[in-house]
């Protein structure tokens, strides 16, 4: 298979606009003709659905919340970037450009990252015209703070709830459609498989979460914003919900799964607090504007730390990285996290966290400022840690929270499938090894209401779409194959509950494919992984049926795919012997403990094509038949070239 990013060619400011014009346009009247799924309703999924609906398409948006304003996007607490200098602090179209392809460790598509930064201020423009309360200053204008990885302020917020504000303004854009009838929404739907008929994907074959029933959906092109595959790790800062089994499943189907093993590691979480835990709770990055993060200087040094002077408190990121100090990306802002902590400095009970702390903010700028500027946040953590963040210092600590990997997907962000997109967290995206803060929503958004809409409408009018129904063999079987899963899962009454496995496989993946990794710690991932899924299809304890609302079951599903991705997470990380980013392989470091690149051998994506599963040889006669069956995937490379940012050792200090 030959990879074609279909990037144009030429000067890079100008490829959108030129790539624009040469589209192919369908007929307004025409479009209406034309049927098109949108998986997801989330930031990404919503807003093209909206968008798409007010172009005049026939859409069908599915989400399995009971409403699209419960997407995990809501979430998102810090903000939203775009390069719109209004406090000509430097800030320009080129530096948002520069900035994300070296804070992605020279790991992404510079053509991409260069039209995600040129329609970064359109959004903004979009949402305020929406209504979205952005935060102001005194005088009116829109007010910005900085994130990681910046020197400039940037960020767009609205307090600490800006996703769910974007959320809000997509949300009433879609519900607008839906009014004019241009829009359906499934809600409590989920998309259990991808159906491609003539190599072309033209539908999805669903359950109704509150019914049951199994149904088919025909479209004339289907497009994935179903967000991101955290929840892997069981902890992390996603939504419960947010699962992989629609990239999953479409990857089955012949769509490439590229970078499964960049992952993002979160520097600002609040610390695990037992066994029980399953959720972890991010705090925002944006508290390390003001926020100063230490760690006592001696190990073991458990006084609380209101006793231990200024002279033994060692600000650990202001010393090592002097120009941006506690600002420092995520992945490097982690890992020194987790170092100082495996030197046996870390505070808490549990020893794994590190000071973030507002003294010195409240005393310069007064308690009231702080309040305006994070009072959600502080009072989430006081409500979960029974601490008052505005008398003694949080406790934070690194946690999974993004990944940067996805769907592989061309410049017109389609798949390898013809006629399936992929938008937002879903697709393998801009961030290349390592995402910026507040990066993430800007993507989802130019995603969903500046790109697709303009390069789906060209694969629709360059493409011969025969007619199909939901008659077709391939709907049946896929429709049979479904059914059969959760016949099967119901069918094993086993000991463990989707849970106990989930719990097992999660830490799996945080210790040997988490914040750092080793070549030895993946090979014993990948035989322990494969262990368990055998496990887990023998001794699964799925209760109750199929024809009602069955949580157990949905999880069920999702966790079979979580494992399987697992496998391939680690498939990848094994294969790519540099450290890049979030993908930190410990052989590979400079004497300082950064990450060490090769781009000589590892400048390029990585994308997996599935061939199947097979059974691993020597290990028939000692394992149960499914647990010798492991994933064969197929590793094509897409190289990258840097022509206008020289990859270098990148560098906070
Ligand atoms: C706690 C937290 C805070 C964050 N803060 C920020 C921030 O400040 N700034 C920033 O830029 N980024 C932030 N992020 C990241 C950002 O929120 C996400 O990357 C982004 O919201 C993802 O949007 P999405 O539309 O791609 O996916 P989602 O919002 O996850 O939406 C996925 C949609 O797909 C649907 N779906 C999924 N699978 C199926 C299926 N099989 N069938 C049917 N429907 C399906 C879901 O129902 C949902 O509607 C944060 C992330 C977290 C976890």
């Not at 060692?314 to 890992?335: C, I, M």
């Not at 069956?629 to 206008?644: A, I, N, R, S």
């Amino acid at each position: 298979m030959k990879l074609d990013a279909r990037v144009p060619s030429g000067a890079i400011e100008k490829l959108w606009d030129q790539a624009r014009f040469e589209m192919k346009l369908v007929n307004p009247a025409n479009k209406r003709k034309y049927t098109i799924l949108v998986v997801g309703s989330g930031l990404a999924g919503a807003s093209a659905a909206a968008t798409l609906g007010e172009l005049g398409y026939n859409v069908k948006c599915f989400c399995f919340q009971d409403s699209p304003r419960r997407a995990h996007s809501i979430a998102a607490q810090g903000g939203i970037n775009a390069a719109k200098n209004y406090h000509s602090d430097g800030d320009s179209v080129f530096r948002l450009f520069y900035d994300t392809v070296k804070g992605g460790d020279f790991r992404s598509r510079e053509a991409n990252v260069y039209r995600l930064a040129q329609n970064s201020v359109n959004i903004i423009d979009q949402c305020v015209a929406q209504g979205v309360p952005f935060a102001r200053e005194y005088g009116g204008t829109l007010a910005n703070r900085s994130f990681g990885g910046a020197q400039v302020s940037r960020t767009f917020y609205a307090r600490g709830q800006t996703g769910q504000q974007l959320l809000l303004g997509a949300y009433q854009a879609l519900e607008w459609q839906v009014h004019e009838g241009r829009v359906k929404m499934f809600p409590r739907t989920e998309m259990l498989d991808l159906v491609v008929i003539d190599g072309q994907a033209r539908g999805i074959v669903t359950r109704n979460l509150v019914t049951g029933q199994i149904e088919s959906h025909v479209g004339d092109a289907v497009v994935l914003g179903t967000g991101g595959y955290g929840n892997v790790y069981y902890l992390s800062t996603n939504a419960k919900g947010s699962n992989c089994t629609a990239i999953w499943r479409a990857h089955k189907r012949g769509a490439l799964f590229a970078n499964p093993c960049f992952t993002q590691i979160h520097p600002t979480c609040i610390p695990v607090s037992g066994d029980y835990q399953s959720k972890l709770t991010l705090m925002s990055e944006s508290l390390r504007n003001d926020g100063r993060i230490w760690v006592p200087m001696k190990a073991g040094d458990k006084r609380a730390p209101q006793q231990i002077p200024e002279a033994e408190r060692d600000y650990y990121l202001e010393r090592r990285y002097p120009s941006f100090g506690n600002l420092v990306p995520r992945d490097v802002a982690s890992r020194n996290a987790k170092a100082v902590c495996d030197e046996g400095r870390g505070v808490g009970e549990t020893g794994l966290g590190v000071y973030l702390d507002f003294s010195d903010a409240i005393q310069r700028l007064g308690v009231e400022v702080i309040r305006e500027r994070y009072g959600n946040l502080f009072e989430m953590y006081q409500r979960i840690t029974g601490e008052d963040p505005y008398q003694v210092p949080m406790r934070i600590y690194p946690a999974i929270h993004y990944t940067m990997g996805g769907l592989w997907v061309d410049y017109y962000l389609m798949s390898t499938i013809p006629g399936l997109f992929a938008i937002g967290e879903a697709n393998f995206s801009d961030h290349g090894a390592n995402r910026l803060g507040a990066s993430a929503l800007m993507q989802g958004l130019s995603d969903g209401y500046f790109i697709l809409p303009y390069t789906l409408g060209d694969y629709i009018a360059k493409t011969k779409l025969g007619k199909v129904d939901a008659g077709a063999a391939e709907f049946q079987s896929a429709e049979s194959g479904v059914a059969e899963l959760t016949k099967k899962l119901l069918g094993i009454r086993g000991k463990h509950t989707v849970d106990w496995f989930h719990r097992q496989l999660g830490k799996l993946v945080w210790d040997y494919c988490g914040m750092s990794r080793t070549g030895a710690g993946l090979d014993k991932a990948l035989c322990e992984i494969r262990e368990l899924r055998g496990q887990y299809w023998r001794d699964v304890k799925v209760p109750g049926s199929a024809d009602d609302l069955n949580q157990s079951l949905e999880k069920a599903g999702r966790v079979a795919d979580f494992f399987e991705l697992a496998e391939l997470m680690c498939l990848d990380a094994r294969q790519r012997e540099e450290s890049c980013g979030g993908h930190f392989r410990e052989e590979f470091q400079t004497p300082d403990g950064e990450a060490q690149r090769d781009d000589e051998e590892c400048s390029y994506v990585a994308a997996w094509e599935y061939k199947g599963a097979e059974h691993a040889p020597g290990l028939e006669e000692v394992l149960h038949l499914d647990e010798v069956l492991h994933l064969d995937e197929v590793l094509h490379k897409e190289p990258l070239t840097f022509e206008y940012v020289h990859p270098s050792q990148r560098s906070y200090k």
